[in-house]
C-alpha cells in the first residue's frame, strides 16, 4: 500500500506561528493536506492581533478560530467538542518550548519544527514535557520522509553494508552569503541568538544533516571536534561548521554545512562506506539512490521500483520515473503523524514501519549544535555529547 | 507572487471515475487539494454502484454524493444550492465526450484527463461541447504545469533561441514492454481499443509529447511521417511509434514515443534548437533547464532563480534546491483552473499569464494521434494535420 | 592483459594529408604514437611542395621522407627497405580512393579515415581494391574503440538485451550551425560536394552513427526513410538528417545527425532496447555504460572493473576512475591495427577479440549515405539498401 | 595554439623503476610519448638485472641502455654524447631521493613522481638538492595537467571568486578497502612504511588533493587538525584522513582522502567558495567546470570554449566534446616539462603560463603529510605547517 490510498477522517490541525511572509508555515499546510489527512481549523499565526486575523483569513480560517496568542488557543481549543487534535508549532525557535509546552500539558498533539529548540535548557525541559504527555510529539526532520531515505535507512539496517567505517555528511546553502535584506523576515530570526538560539547554521541545517546521518545510520556519536565561523562581518552566529565525528564501534566522520557557500541551493548530502558497501543520496537529486558493492558495480535504486524495500514503496505516491520532491517528504511526515495519532485514537497498534524524529531525536541534535558551539570555543577540541 | 500563498474559497469539485485501484484519479485528489483551492464534494468514481459507494466512502464523501451515475450526477448536481462547480473526468477515453457533454451542457467546468478523447471523431464533437458551453474546460496535460517548462516556453516566446530550426521530443517508459497481468487494470483499458481509442502509446503518451513540444515552442506541424508498431505480441494498439515531423516555416522534428523500452520509467525530453541557442528539459530531472547559446557555455537554470522569468516563479512553491515534481506540476495546472475560474464567477480579467490546454489542444492531440496511423497504415507517408 | 604493456618493435608508418591545420591528422598522429606501436618515418602532407615540406619538418619528418606527392611517395616507399609499412590516409573524402589504391596495390596496408570515400562508385572501388589486396585496411570509426562500446556489443552478443526492438541513435553537433568563416579549413571541404562527396553532415558525422549502431547491435538495415535538410542558406550538402529505420527482423529504429544543434559539442549517443534490457552509452561521457534488465535497476558499468568482459578490459590503460577519453579510443583502433599488422607478419592468427571496422564496412557506409539522399530526394520513400 | 601542434626535437629521456608490472610507469611512459616531445632511449627500470633486462626490452630499449643500477646510468650516461637529456623517477617513494639527486648532480633534469619522498628529512635534502642544481625538477602532480584545474586556478587569480572562505577537498578510492593480495605490486609498497614513508593515504593521494587545493587557490594553509585512521586489520599506514584546515587570511577547509570509501573509484574533487562565486571541479568528470556566481545561474564550462582563459586552452588537443582523460592531463605535464627543458637548452624566456609542481611544491606537501601525522598523534590538535 501507498500513500496513493485516500484516507478518511481529516485530522483536526491547528497552528502557530505560520503567518504571511513566512515560508515553512506555508510548507507545513501543504504538507498537512496534500494526503488530505488534516483539516486546518485553527491558529495563532502571528503574535499581533492584526496581523493573525489577516493570516488567518488568508489561509481560510474562521474567524472564531483565528488567535492572536497561543496560550488562549490552547485553553480554548482543548475545551471545544471539535478542538484541535493536534497542532504544528512553526514559530522562530525560541518559542518552541513555551508554545509546544502549553498544548502538550493539554493532550493535544504537537507537530514541531526543527530545531527542537534553541537552548539545550529548553530542549531539555520539552524532551521531558513531551516524555510525560500523553499526546505525541513529532519533530519535522523532514529529509527523513524521502522513500530513498528510508531505502537507505532499511538497506543498513539488513547488513547490506556490513560494517560502517565512514560517514560524510553535508548540507551546504549560500542564502545568508552575504548580509541579508533587511525585511528578510526569514533570515532575521535565523541569525539573532535571541530567537535562533546557541546555533546559527548548525542549529538551522545542521541539527538536520545530523538527524539524517542518525536515522540512517543507527551510528551513536562519542566525540566530534568543531570549527564554527562566522563569515558575514557583524554576525553574531555561525554560518559555517566544520566537524569530525568519532562513532561508538570505530567508525569516523565528517559533517560539513554551510549556509555562506557561493552557488549551493540546498545541497544536502549523505555517503555511507562499510566493509561491504557504499551509499549515497544527495537531496537535490532525490529519487535515485546510489550504491555500490565493494568491487561490484554501481547500481540507480529508484522510487518503488522491485529493488525496494517495502517501507520506501509505503512512502511513495506516484510510479518511479514521476519525480517526487521535498513537499512529498515533507507529507511523509504528516502522513507518519496521521497514522500514529489514529493509532492513538484507538489504542492500535502501529502499522509496520512507521515512525518520526521525536523529541529525544530533537534534544540530541540541540545537544549536537551545544557540543559543537562547545569544542569551537575550545579551538576545536574533542568533546563528548 | 508564487503558489506559496495560499488561497480562499475552496472550489468545490466532483469526479467522474477515479474508483479504488485507478491511478489517475489519486493524482487528480492530490493536485486538486495539494493549494487548498479545491474541495472534492461529490463523485461517480465508478460505474457499479457498490464500488461507486465504496471508493467515495474511503476518499471521504458523504453518501448523498456518491453517485453511480455521472449523468444523474450532473443533473442534480446542477441543481444543488452548493453543487459542484467543476467536475473531473478521469474515465477511460472512451467515456471523456458523453461524461463531459453531461456537465458542460449544465455550465460546470471541466478538467479532463488526457487524451481528449479515444477518437477524432469524439473530439470533434467535445471540442464542438466545449466551444458551445459557457463552462472552461481544462485538459489536464500535466507536464505544461512544471516551471522550468514554462521558462523554456517564455524564452522561446522572447526569441532567446532565435529561429527554431529543430524540435526532438521523446517519451520512452517501459512498463507494457511483456504482456500485462489480466488484473492490470491500467494497462487494461489502455491497450484495448475499445476504451482507449485509435492510439495505444501514440494516445496515451504520444500527445502528451505533442502537447509539451506544441506549447513550448508554439510551433504548427505542417506534416508528419509516423511508424507505428506494436511489439508485444497479441497487442492491438502501437506500443511504439516513431514520427518524423515537418513545421510551418522550414523547422523538422523527430518525435518518439515507447511504452516497451526497457529500462525507461517516464522519460519524456525536450530539446530545441535554434538560430541563437539550443535548450533542453527532461522531465525525471525537472528543477533543470538547461540553455546553451550558440558559441557559450550552457547553463543550469533552476527554478525561481533570478535568471527565471515571473512566469515559472509564479508557479513554484519552494525556493530552488528543494525538489518539486510530478505533482506539484500536476496541481498547478490545478491552479490555472482556480484562477480561471475564480475569474469567471466575477467576470474579472485572468491574471497574467495563466494559461492551459484547451479542448482545442486536446482535438489537436488526436489528430496528432490520428495522423500517425493513418502515415503508418499508408507505409509512414506524409500525411498533413 | 591490457594497453598497459608496451610493445616491441614499432611500425613504420606513413601518413598522407595532415599538412599545417589539419585536425584529423595531428589526432592520428597522436593516436599512432600514444602505445608505442607506431612510428611515423614519411609523408606527403599537404598537396603543395612547400607546405608539405614544412608541415613534414613540424613533425620532425626527415626531408628525404617528405613527399609532395602521395604517388611517388607510394612507389618509392615501396622499394625502401625501411619503408613504410603501413600508411594513414587523412585526406578529404575524395581522395580516399586515389590515395588508397596506391598504397594497398603495393601491399602497404592502409588505415584510412572515414567515410570511405565521397561517392558510392568510389566506395565500390575502394572495397574491391581492399578486397583484392595482400595488405590489410582500417577504417578510423574511432568510436568503436572505445571500451564500453566493446562492452556493449560483447553484452549484445550475448544474448543480455534478448532480441533487439529499438535502436536509437544520435550524433549531433553545432559546429556548423553558421556559415563558417573563409579560412575554416575543417569546414571547407566538409560543405563541398567536390572533396566531401554526397553527404554533409550524413557523410561526416551520420556515418559514424551508423557504424557506431551496427557494431554494437550486428542488426542488418533492411530499409530507410530519411529527410535530410540543409538549413544554412547556400550549404549545398545536408547539416541534419533525420532517418527512420526498419531492421531484418522487426526491429526498428531512429538514427539522427545534425551540425546545426545549437549547444551541441560532439554528441553521439546510442540506445538499445531489448526484450530483456536496455542499454545506454554516451560519447560525451563514455567511461560508464548504463544498463537496465527489465524490471531491474540501473547498473552503472565502468572500464575495467569485475563487471566488464574480457575484451572491453583489453583495450583500457588505466584503472576505473582515471577518466580515457577521445584519444584513447582513437589509440585502440591504431593498437587493433598494430596486432593485425604484427600478426600478418609473420601468419599468426589473431588474438581473440581484436576487430576494426574493414573497407566492407566503410561501403556500408557510405550506402547508408547514398541511401538517405536517394530517399530525401523522393519526399523520405522507404528505400532499400 | 593548443597541444594539436606536433613538436620537433624530441627529447631524449630516461627513466628509473616503471619495470613489468608497475603501473605508474607505464603511465609515464604513454605521458612522455603522447605528443611526440620525449624519446625513451635508456631506463634502470628494475634493481634486479634479470628484470631489468626485461623490461627493458619489453619497451623497446636497446641492451646497453638498460642499466640493473640507476647510479651506474647516471653516470654512464652523463658521459654519452647523446646521453639522456631528463630522467623519470617513478620507483617507490623511498627511492626518489637518492636516484633523483645522481640525475641532478650530473645536470640531468628530474621529472619525479609524488609524493616528493616519504620522510620530511628526505624531503628537505631532495628539495635542497634540486634548487642546488642546474637541472629542472618536475613532480607529476598530474591532477594539475587537466585543461579545466588550469581555468579554475585562472579564475580564481582573476579575481572570480571573490575572497575564498572555503575550501572542500576530497580524494575517496575504495581499492586498499580490504587486505590487498600478496601479489598486488602497487598495494605492497604503498602500505610499507619502509618504502612508502610516513603517510598511506595521505602519502599516496592525500598529497595530490593537497596539492591540487594549493595549486588552485594559491591560499597558504597556516594549521591543520588531523584524524587519520586505519581501518584494515594490520595495516601500519593510515588510509583515510579527516583533516580540517585554517588558510592564512581566514578561509577554512576540509581535506578527506581515503582508500577505503566503498564503491568510490578516484573521485578527487575539489569546490571552492569565495564571496562572489563558486566552482566545483570533479576528476572523475574532468571535461566540465562547473562555476555559480553567487545569486546567479551555474555555468558548465567545458574545454577550449569561449569561455575558457588562453591557458586552460593551451593544454587541449582536440574540440569539446571529444573528452580527454586521465593520460592527456598527465602529458600535458610532461609537456610543459619539455616547454621548460627546450627553454633550458636555449636560454630563452619561458613560454607565458608554463608552470609546473616543484620540488619545493613537494616539500610543502610531505610537510602536510607529516603535520597530519603529528596532529592525530595528538588527538587531532592544531598544527602550523
Given at each position: 500500500?501507498?500513500?496513493?490510498?485516500?484516507?478518511?477522517?481529516?485530522?483536526?490541525?491547528?497552528?502557530?506561528?505560520?503567518?504571511?511572509?513566512?515560508?515553512?508555515?506555508?510548507?507545513?499546510r501543504?504538507?498537512?493536506?496534500?494526503?488530505?489527512?488534516?483539516?486546518?481549523?485553527?491558529?495563532?499565526?502571528?503574535?499581533?492581533?492584526e496581523?493573525?486575523?489577516?493570516?488567518?483569513?488568508?489561509?481560510?480560517?474562521?474567524?472564531?478560530?483565528?488567535?492572536?496568542?497561543?496560550?488562549?488557543?490552547?485553553?480554548?481549543?482543548?475545551?471545544?467538542?471539535?478542538?484541535?487534535?493536534?497542532?504544528?508549532?512553526?514559530t522562530?525557535?525560541?518559542?518552541?518550548?513555551?508554545?509546544?509546552?502549553?498544548?502538550?500539558?493539554?493532550?493535544?498533539?504537537?507537530?514541531?519544527d526543527?530545531?527542537?529548540?534553541?537552548?539545550?535548557a529548553?530542549?531539555?525541559?520539552?524532551?521531558?514535557?513531551?516524555?510525560?504527555?500523553?499526546?505525541?510529539?513529532?519533530?519535522?526532520?523532514?529529509?527523513?520522509?524521502?522513500?530513498?531515505?528510508?531505502?537507505?535507512?532499511?538497506?543498513?539496517a539488513?547488513?547490506?553494508?556490513?560494517?560502517?567505517?565512514?560517514?560524510?555528511?553535508?548540507?551546504?546553502?549560500?542564502w545568508?552569503?552575504?548580509?541579508?535584506a533587511?525585511?528578510?523576515?526569514?533570515?532575521?530570526?535565523?541569525?539573532?541568538?535571541?530567537?535562533?538560539?546557541?546555533?546559527?547554521?548548525?542549529?538551522?541545517?545542521?541539527?538536520?544533516?545530523?538527524?539524517?546521518?542518525?536515522?540512517?545510520?543507527?551510528?551513536?556519536?562519542?566525540?566530534?571536534?568543531?570549527?564554527?565561523?562566522?563569515?558575514?562581518?557583524?554576525?553574531?552566529?555561525?554560518d559555517?561548521?566544520?566537524?569530525?565525528?568519532?562513532?561508538?564501534?570505530?567508525a569516523?566522520?565528517?559533517l560539513?554545512?554551510?549556509?555562506?557557500?557561493?552557488?549551493?541551493?540546498?545541497?544536502?548530502?549523505?555517503?555511507?562506506?562499510?566493509?561491504?558497501?557504499?551509499?549515497?543520496?544527495?537531496?537535490?537529486?532525490?529519487?535515485?539512490?546510489?550504491?555500490?558493492?565493494?568491487g561490484?558495480?554501481?547500481?540507480?535504486?529508484?522510487?518503488?521500483?522491485?529493488?525496494?524495500t517495502?517501507?520506501?514503496?509505503?512512502?511513495?505516491?506516484?510510479?518511479?520515473?514521476?519525480?517526487?520532491?521535498?513537499?512529498e517528504?515533507?507529507?511523509?511526515?504528516?502522513?507518519?503523524a496521521?497514522?500514529?495519532?489514529?493509532?492513538?485514537?484507538?489504542?492500535?497498534?502501529?502499522p509496520?514501519?512507521?515512525?518520526?524524529?521525536?523529541?529525544?531525536?530533537?534534544?540530541?541534535?540541540?545537544?549536537?549544535v551545544?557540543?559543537?558551539?562547545?569544542?569551537s570555543?575550545?579551538?576545536?577540541?574533542?568533546?563528548?555529547?
Amino acid at each position: 500500500m501507498s500513500r496513493f490510498a485516500d484516507r478518511t477522517g481529516p485530522i483536526r490541525l491547528g497552528m502557530v506561528g505560520g503567518g504571511q511572509g513566512a515560508m515553512i508555515g506555508a510548507v507545513h499546510r501543504i504538507a498537512a493536506r496534500l494526503d488530505g489527512e488534516f483539516t486546518l481549523v485553527a491558529g495563532a499565526l502571528s503574535s499581533t492581533p492584526e496581523k493573525a486575523g489577516a493570516s488567518a483569513s488568508a489561509v481560510g480560517l474562521p474567524p472564531d478560530r483565528a488567535y492572536a496568542d497561543y496560550a488562549e488557543m490552547a485553553k480554548r481549543e482543548a475545551r471545544l467538542k471539535d478542538g484541535i487534535e493536534a497542532v504544528a508549532v512553526v514559530t522562530p525557535n525560541h518559542l518552541h518550548l513555551p508554545v509546544a509546552r502549553e498544548f502538550l500539558k493539554r493532550g493535544i498533539h504537537v507537530i514541531c519544527d526543527k530545531p527542537l529548540t534553541g537552548t539545550l535548557a529548553d530542549a531539555k525541559k520539552l524532551a521531558a514535557a513531551a516524555e510525560k504527555s500523553e499526546a505525541l510529539f513529532f519533530l519535522t526532520h523532514n529529509y527523513t520522509g524521502y522513500p530513498l531515505v528510508r531505502e537507505a535507512r532499511a538497506r543498513v539496517a539488513r547488513g547490506d553494508l556490513g560494517d560502517i567505517r565512514l560517514v560524510q555528511v553535508e548540507y551546504a546553502q549560500d542564502w545568508l552569503a552575504e548580509a541579508p535584506a533587511p525585511d528578510n523576515k526569514q533570515a532575521d530570526w535565523r541569525t539573532d541568538p535571541a530567537r535562533a538560539g546557541l546555533g546559527g547554521a548548525t542549529g538551522d541545517i545542521g541539527t538536520h544533516a545530523w538527524n539524517l546521518m542518525r536515522f540512517v545510520t543507527g551510528l551513536e556519536v562519542e566525540a566530534l571536534a568543531a570549527e564554527l565561523t562566522s563569515f558575514v562581518p557583524g554576525r553574531a552566529l555561525d554560518d559555517n561548521a566544520h566537524v569530525m565525528l568519532r562513532f561508538r564501534g570505530g567508525a569516523k566522520g565528517m559533517l560539513w554545512c554551510s549556509q555562506v557557500a557561493a552557488g549551493e541551493e540546498n545541497a544536502l548530502s549523505l555517503r555511507i562506506y562499510g566493509t561491504k558497501a557504499g551509499i549515497e543520496w544527495r537531496q537535490e537529486d532525490p529519487n535515485r539512490l546510489l550504491v555500490t558493492p565493494l568491487g561490484g558495480t554501481t547500481e540507480i535504486v529508484t522510487r518503488a521500483s522491485v529493488a525496494t524495500t517495502e517501507g520506501s514503496r509505503r512512502l511513495t505516491r506516484v510510479p518511479p520515473g514521476h519525480p517526487e520532491g521535498f513537499l512529498e517528504a515533507f507529507a511523509n511526515l504528516y502522513g507518519e503523524a496521521a497514522e500514529a495519532i489514529r493509532a492513538a485514537r484507538t489504542g492500535a497498534a502501529l502499522p509496520e514501519g512507521v515512525t518520526w524524529p521525536s523529541a529525544a531525536d530533537g534534544l540530541e541534535g540541540v545537544a549536537f549544535v551545544e557540543a559543537c558551539v562547545r569544542s569551537s570555543r575550545r579551538n576545536a577540541a574533542w568533546v563528548s555529547l
